[in-house]
């Protein structure tokens, strides 16, 4: 999947997937409970950002740290 944002320009996005299924599919937690990004990469949204949709899986991007 490509996202594209009319004017979006470049970000740091933080990633995270709940996979069904899978031994990571509940994110690993900071102290407070709160789940960390599987992984973070900067992007530019105007060009269009491609997006890998696992199976069976919930995948939200975020630029809020």
Avoid: W
């Avoid at 960390?36 to 995948?59: E, H, N």
Wanted: include cysteine; hydrophobic fraction near 40%.
């Amino acid at each position: 999947l490509t996202i594209k944002v009319p004017a979006g320009g470049t970000g740091s996005m933080r990633r995270y997937v709940y996979a069904e299924g899978s031994a990571d599919g509940a994110l690993s937690a900071d102290a407070d409970g709160f789940p960390q990004p599987l992984d973070t990469s900067t992007c530019d949204l105007t060009d269009g950002a491609i997006l890998d949709l696992p199976p069976s899986s919930a995948v939200f991007l975020t630029s809020v740290a």
